[in-house]
């Protein structure tokens, strides 16, 4: 019988998901666990969220049971994939406190991802130890798994070298094949991040700039009405340009009928083809997607209890995995004592 690959991937609770999310990763997780190649887990990293929530841990609470009901919504199955919760994993922080010891202080600080994002948070000098150190964090949790997969977007990259990294030197410093060497499986091309609704390269939720999978009907058509086109498209006569035009990257994403979109390009580019027709077109095509999802949405948020039920199962199941990585790297160290 073929051994399965092992799956290790996940979001930080703070807040609901947005269709970034949905085509960077979500439709992906659904894609593979619905193939049977894969034992899947899917972690909601409420530890990380917290290195830099530390004073808010009220938004991580509340986020959690978000986050969740986007999984379930968009067709995260709890009978082939295990959502659990990295607070509730104990071997997770034994593993990174193992693993910062074979990682210098300066090999943390040439991490890009981290120092793209210490930047971004404008920290100055007073980054919390917790988010400096979560490559470690990350690390920890790709390997009690044993995750060879790891579904992620480009900018991740440096995060699972720094895996690599880990794991090479602690088989090699302890002379034991314990911990996988993981691989990314990134989006498609175009699909790792796409833009705000305000033409911002990134759609983020601190942005305010993003459509939420949760959002309803009439929300959705009030946002895509104010995207961002071409602001020299002024008169419907004038010839527009699709090249940083959102409204078309967002057709060229969600949009089946790649001819219809191809047609719109064209009349738009020679002229007599005015912004809100596109963009009725394209409310028409998202709310086409995110309905089945909005709904499924609403089922599963109005039994909290059981999506809370669904969550301690799989944090269960996840510690039993984990919990035996540890004890295999316990013994190679030396420490495990006492038997």
């Known amino acids: 019988m073929t051994k399965k690959h092992?799956?290790?991937?996940?979001?930080?609770?703070?807040?609901?998901?947005?269709?970034?999310?949905?085509?960077?990763?979500?439709?992906?997780?659904?894609?593979?666990?619905?193939?049977?190649?894969?034992?899947?887990?899917?972690?909601?990293?409420?530890?990380?969220?917290?290195?830099?929530?530390?004073?808010?841990?009220?938004?991580?609470?509340?986020?959690?049971?978000?986050?969740?009901?986007?999984?379930?919504?968009?067709?995260?199955?709890?009978?082939?994939?295990?959502?659990?919760?990295?607070?509730?994993?104990?071997?997770?922080?034994?593993?990174?406190?193992t693993y910062l010891n074979l990682v210098s202080v300066s090999r943390l600080n040439r991490n890009p991802t981290v120092k793209t994002e210490i930047k971004q948070k404008a920290f100055g000098e007073s980054?919390?130890?917790?988010?400096?150190?979560?490559?470690?964090?990350?690390?920890?949790?790709?390997?009690?798994?044993?995750?060879?997969?790891?579904?992620?977007?480009?900018?991740?990259?440096?995060?699972?070298?720094?895996?690599?990294?880990?794991?090479?030197?602690?088989?090699?410093?302890?002379?034991?094949?314990?911990?996988?060497?993981?691989?990314?499986?990134?989006?498609?091309?175009?699909?790792?991040?796409?833009?705000?609704?305000?033409?911002?390269?990134?759609?983020?939720?601190?942005?305010?700039?993003?459509?939420y999978l949760g959002d309803d009907a009439d929300t959705i058509q009030k946002k895509v009405m104010s995207m961002y086109t071409d602001p020299e498209h002024i008169h419907v006569e004038d010839p527009g340009h699709i090249e940083g035009n959102t409204v078309f990257t967002y057709l060229d994403i969600f949009a089946e009928d790649k001819a219809k979109v191809a047609d719109l390009k064209a009349q738009y580019q020679h002229g007599g083809l005015g912004d809100v027709k596109i963009k009725r077109y394209l409310?028409?095509?998202l709310q086409a997607e995110l309905k089945p999802i909005r709904e499924r949405r609403e089922q599963f948020a109005a039994d909290p209890d059981g999506v809370y039920a669904i969550l301690k199962q799989g944090s269960e199941k996840a510690n039993q995995v984990a919990a035996q990585t540890l004890r295999e790297v316990r013994h190679a160290v030396g420490i495990d004592y006492f038997g």
């Open 6 to 97: 092992v799956i290790l991937t996940g979001d930080r609770p703070t807040g609901k998901l947005h269709i970034g999310h949905y085509v960077g990763s979500l439709k992906n997780r659904v894609m593979l666990q619905n193939t049977g190649d894969y034992d899947t887990f899917i972690m909601i990293a409420d530890t990380q969220a917290l290195t830099d929530n530390a004073r808010d841990p009220e938004k991580i609470r509340h986020s959690l049971l978000q986050v969740a009901l986007d999984y379930l919504a968009v067709g995260i199955d709890p009978a082939k994939s295990t959502i659990l919760v990295q607070s509730q994993i104990p071997a997770l922080s034994e593993l990174t406190m």
């Open 283 to 285: 409310n028409d095509v």
């Open 127 to 211: 980054v919390p130890a917790g988010f400096f150190i979560y490559p470690v964090s990350q690390a920890a949790d790709i390997t009690a798994f044993k995750a060879d997969t790891v579904p992620v977007g480009d900018d991740q990259e440096p995060m699972l070298e720094q895996t690599r990294e880990i794991v090479r030197s602690f088989n090699n410093i302890y002379g034991q094949e314990i911990l996988v060497e993981p691989e990314g499986y990134f989006p498609a091309k175009g699909l790792g991040r796409i833009p705000g609704l305000d033409g911002n390269a990134k759609m983020s939720k601190s942005l305010n700039n993003a459509i």
